[in-house]
DNA sequence: ATCGCTGCAAAAATTTTGCAGGTAA
DNA sequence: TTACCTGCAAAATTTTTGCAGCGAT
């Protein structure tokens, strides 16, 4: 947390409680939250929506977290490690939503034949997976 | 063209003058739209706002458009071909938004194994590359 | 003649912004 | 002390919904 907190520092920015605390919801988290997710893992006004939306604005800015889209809508964002370049996917559950990370990634030599072929630079890619869990299965 | 409204007829739905309109917008769109961006590309006042939400929520429902999203949180749209199961991804300039359609898929047998590793069937993904194109690197 | 579809307008939901007071450093 | 932050409230956006009339089949 520290690591986190001190990063934030660094840029002269101040941690203050709402920062704070939502840092440790997405630490926390075993999957992307919505903000509105985060606002509501939160003690009770503890924080403002506004203030959850401004600050995964700056978190996202700083690349501390990934910001993911599902299937619906909604943008969720995850933390990213220190040293991590925050960069795995996801498979979700279209039943029920379950989210598990994934350690397979798109292949690199396909990635650079694909910045080749098309004169593109800094080339990345989203990959999210989706599909029916086990339990949504019976 | 013909193919699509015969697809829309044999579930007993209607081929209506806004429906058309935004199959054609769509069929001649060589990347995905917005709502907002299919409502300007129609014939001023052709069609409301509300009716381009119902017709893709529709259409999506039917699997005749897929749904993708780039880097701002907008949902974008995409004709699928008849046959074409409509899979295929972009890359997107991360400037300009320039939008070029990608050929390279994942590798089957790698989402297979994601699919047996975690016990989820009927597993498919979602990929999209973001880059900087040739244009502004300059 | 049906029943679905549309425009319009209003409502709901989501996201952004202004501002005055509070607070970390 | 000095910026930076926050909550609150209002504004701006985006998306959904109700309804009466129109229109495809």
Redesign the pocket.
Known sequence: MSVL?GR??R?????????AA?LEILRASPRPL???QILEALPT??????????????LEKMQMVKRCHFHD???RFQLIAEGDDGHHHHLVCTRCSEVVEIEQCFPVELEKQIATENGYRSVTHKLEFFGVCPTCQE
Request: net charge positive.
């Open positions: 907190t934030l520092r840029q002269s920015l101040k941690i203050t409680g709402p920062r939502i919505t903000n509105k006004g503890q924080c403002d929506l506004a203030t959850v939306y401004r600050s995964m604005h700056l809508g909604a943008s």
